[in-house]
């Protein structure tokens, strides 16, 4: 969306709301662009070791009762 620069001072609560539900907001001056009004960075999760910067999914049967069975055994724990 294009807006000029004193329909932007008019109307700057509405289109921060336009910005903050991920949309772009162009600042015009006599019909040339001269600002983008785009939604601010998030915070950054810290993510350290070999996940850094990936997704991370557990695998199939990660909570299968035959692997529940087998990390009781590797570490002498009673089963359930």
């Known amino acids: 969306m294009q807006v000029s620069v004193h329909e ?6 509405e289109l921060l709301a336009t910005v903050e539900s991920g ?6 001056r006599h019909k040339k662009p001269v600002a983008r009004m785009v939604p601010a960075a998030g915070p950054k999760v810290a993510r350290i070791g070999g996940l850094a910067g990936r997704p991370f999914q557990m695998g ?7 692997a529940n069975e087998v990390f009781a055994d590797d570490f002498g724990v009673g089963k359930a």
């Open 60 to 66: 199939r049967g990660f909570d299968a009762a035959s």
């Open 8 to 13: 932007a001072k008019a109307k700057f609560s």
């Open 23 to 28: 949309g772009e907001v162009v600042v015009a």
